[in-house]
């Protein structure tokens, strides 16, 4: 079964530096890679995703995430952290199943704190 | 916002009772999704329905059922309620291509006392 794994369950990083939200993947075949966002009170909101292409994937609100094959790893990156990124972020693979319909599953989630 | 809908936004009920929390999905979606979110079992997936069929079944109990009209909206009922069904419910809808990412509702909170 595909899984991934979030090693940290939180994350803080001072307003102006970079970020990093960790994630690892376990596949067989090709990784269909998401990130998500959650803020208080609120659904999820799609922030990027690789299925295939260049290992760097740019998506909303100027996070990045670099595909790694050889660590299977999709760490989730920001440049420059805004104290409004604080949010609890979520990795996902999507698991085709055994009707070849797609289904996410998710990570544990990790909480980013930006301080300001 | 992501186009899906969800009612109600905030449940609350006893144990023993039965509920059934609705979602429309983004215009010219066909699939929709279940989830469930709460603090012990993180995010897991439910259920999907595509085009009106059960396409895919995650860890659903018995006691919760789903379905999806006609006019594409979806319904999952829980019922004989229990403190541990308490959690937020989401809905995510898709075209239901291969590529394709799934789109969110802002959830239902679900609190069983």
């Known amino acids: 079964a595909q899984s991934v794994a979030q090693p940290e369950d939180q994350v803080n990083v001072a307003e102006g530096n970079p970020l990093t939200v960790k994630c690892t993947y376990s596949?067989?075949?090709?990784?269909?890679l998401f990130w998500y966002v959650q803020y208080p009170n609120r659904g999820l909101q799609f922030l990027l995703k690789?299925?295939?292409?260049?290992?760097l994937v740019k998506g909303s609100y100027g996070f990045e995430a670099e595909f790694n094959k050889s660590q299977t790893s999709f760490h989730l990156k920001k440049p420059s952290a805004l104290v409004s990124d604080s949010a609890l972020y979520f990795c996902?693979?999507?698991?085709?199943?055994?009707?070849?319909?797609?289904?996410?599953?998710f990570g544990t989630g990790t909480r980013l704190l930006v301080s300001p | 916002d992501s186009g899906v809908t969800q009612t109600p936004k905030h449940l609350i009920t006893a144990t023993g009772q039965r509920v059934t929390l609705r979602c429309s999905p983004r215009?010219?979606?066909?699939?929709v999704y279940w989830y469930q979110q709460s603090l012990d079992q993180g995010l897991q997936f439910l259920i999907q329905?595509?085009?009106?069929?059960?396409?895919a079944k995650g860890n659903i109990l018995e006691r919760f059922s789903a379905q999806q009209f006609p006019d594409l909206h979806s319904e999952l009922n829980l019922s004989s309620l229990e403190l541990g069904d308490s959690a937020l419910y989401f809905c995510?809808?898709?075209?239901?291509?291969?590529?394709?990412?799934?789109?969110f509702g802002p959830g239902t909170r679900l609190t069983v006392t």
């Open positions: 995510a809808s898709s075209v239901g291509g291969e590529n394709a990412g799934q789109y």
């Open positions: 596949v067989s075949g090709n990784p269909y």
């Open positions: 690789y299925i295939t292409g260049d290992n």
């Open positions: 996902a693979v999507r698991d085709r199943g055994n009707t070849g319909f797609q289904k996410l599953v």
């Open positions: 215009s010219g979606d066909l699939s």
């Open positions: 329905y595509y085009n009106g069929e059960e396409r």
